[in-house]
């Protein structure tokens, strides 16, 4: 288990150029399996959950060359439609693999996914939507058996636009004869994304981005070289360090539309914020203000963005106030912000933040987000922290102490 050691109070400043965001390469990379050709992705972030879904797709059968940000993916040998039990535990997103092994193989086995303790997070929704389609799923000894030998077009009605699920039926009926229609389909730009590259292999996607997606089904998909969408969360993370710092930041290849609810609160914060084509300017003001921040599927503020709100909060003259809407466990990170000083009171779901000073503390991470929140905590701490369980915010940020440290931070990694 990795260690942060971090030394507060030193100002961030400086460029970073933005990669290829966690949350539309998984699913991109569940959808290689849809043809049997060769996929190449570029400006792909060296994380953890990537490497997961890698050995998972490997295990499947397929072939890989991971090099320079860039992954190349052979699934012309793909043959397995069980996914492994102990990598699946590991990743929540293994559960995209439903509705790509069903669209290539018409049949999947697969175990509960695991991923960060943030909530219930069931997959009735998951369900629900392939039963739309067709499949007829039998559950047992903690196993999913989908049969997908009758699957076709279908219309299905989401009870809330959950990302996962929006994600799964629409692989699934990529290759299914007929039109698929997803009401109250998720809308995040990751979504629009994982449009593209599947319109990119010869699929018959639109919509996405808007509340209602249409897919017609085709025969066949090939091969093709995409680079997908910018991290928006890494970019709202590194925007909160320097905030907190009092820094001033430029983020190079991101998509400033994505960001708007992230900006929106930034400059309530009291940051001054300039977008100019593909470039992002942030300058921290010298005291941050409180933040009244409401978590909402796309394009509310993300809740991938409220425990570093939290965190900024911490140092804000005055009270803030936020509601965590999309997941009913994710104030993990309050407790061990109070470790470091933080007056923070929560019920249910709602948090009420008395800014202040925060001081230096051994502390740690207890997923992926709340991990990164604690890293810009102990940025503006006084004095020495250590955040623990780095490993973490390893699955979505690729060295965030490098990026960090040639922004002017000063933290080590202990292994
Ligand atoms: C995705 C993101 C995650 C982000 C979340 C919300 C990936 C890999 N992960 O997760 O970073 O925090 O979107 O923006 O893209 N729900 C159900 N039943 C279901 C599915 C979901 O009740 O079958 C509930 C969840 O418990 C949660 C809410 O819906 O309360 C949102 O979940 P969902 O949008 O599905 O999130 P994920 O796709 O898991």
């Given at each position: 288990m990795d260690v942060f050691r971090i030394m507060g109070g030193n100002r961030l400043s400086g460029t970073v150029r933005l990669s290829g965001a966690k949350n539309a390469v998984l699913p991109i990379l569940a959808a290689?399996?849809?043809?049997g050709e060769p996929v190449v992705l570029k400006n792909c972030p060296r994380l953890k959950d990537v490497s997961n879904m890698l050995a998972i797709l490997q295990t499947l059968g397929c072939t890989y060359r991971q090099k320079d940000g860039e992954i190349a993916i052979d699934a012309s040998c793909a043959q397995g439609w069980e996914m492994p039990g102990e990598l699946s535990k590991q990743l929540?997103?293994?559960?995209?693999m439903m509705g790509s092994i069903l669209g290539r193989f018409r049949r999947a086995t697969v175990t509960y996914p695991g991923g960060?303790?943030?909530?219930?997070?069931?997959i009735d929704l998951h369900l629900s939507g392939l039963r739309a389609l067709g499949v007829k799923i039998t559950e047992a000894h903690g196993m999913i058996y989908c049969d997908g030998s009758d699957m076709r077009g279908g219309e299905v009605q989401l009870d809330f636009p959950s990302v996962g699920a929006t994600e799964n039926v629409m692989m699934a009926a990529v290759l299914s004869k007929g039109q698929t229609v997803i009401h109250n389909a998720a809308r995040e730009p990751e979504i629009w994304d994982l449009q593209n590259f599947i319109n990119a292999m010869g699929g018959k996607v639109n919509?996405?981005?808007?509340s209602t997606i249409f897919i017609e089904g085709v025969e066949q998909l090939h091969g093709t070289v995409y680079s997908p969408l910018p991290d928006r969360i890494v970019a709202g993370t590194l925007m909160a360090a320097a905030a907190v710092t009092g820094g001033e930041l430029e983020l190079d290849n991101v998509r400033p539309g994505d960001l708007a609810a992230v900006n929106d609160k930034m400059r309530q914060a009291g940051c001054a914020i300039e977008t100019q084509g593909a470039r992002l300017f942030l300058r921290a003001p010298k005291e941050l203000q409180p933040v009244r921040i409401s978590t909402q599927p796309f394009?509310?503020?993300p809740t991938d963005m409220q425990a570093q709100m939290m965190a900024m909060a911490c140092l804000a003259q005055g009270t803030s106030v936020i509601v965590e809407?999309?997941?009913?466990?994710?104030?993990?990170?309050a407790s061990q912000l109070r470790r470091m000083g933080a007056d923070i009171l929560i019920n249910d779901r709602t948090a009420v933040i008395h800014g202040g000073k925060l001081t230096g503390a051994s502390v740690m991470s207890r997923d992926l987000r709340g991990g990164a929140a604690l890293v810009i905590a102990a940025l503006a701490a006084e004095g020495v922290s250590e955040v623990g369980n780095v490993e973490f915010i390893d699955r979505g940020y690729e060295a965030l102490e490098n990026t960090l440290n040639a922004l002017g931070a000063r933290i080590q990694r202990l292994s």
């Open positions: 290689a399996l849809l043809t929540r997103s293994s559960i995209f960060c303790e943030i909530g219930l997070r069931p919509g996405a981005g808007s394009p509310g503020f809407n999309v997941f009913e466990n994710r104030f993990a990170q």
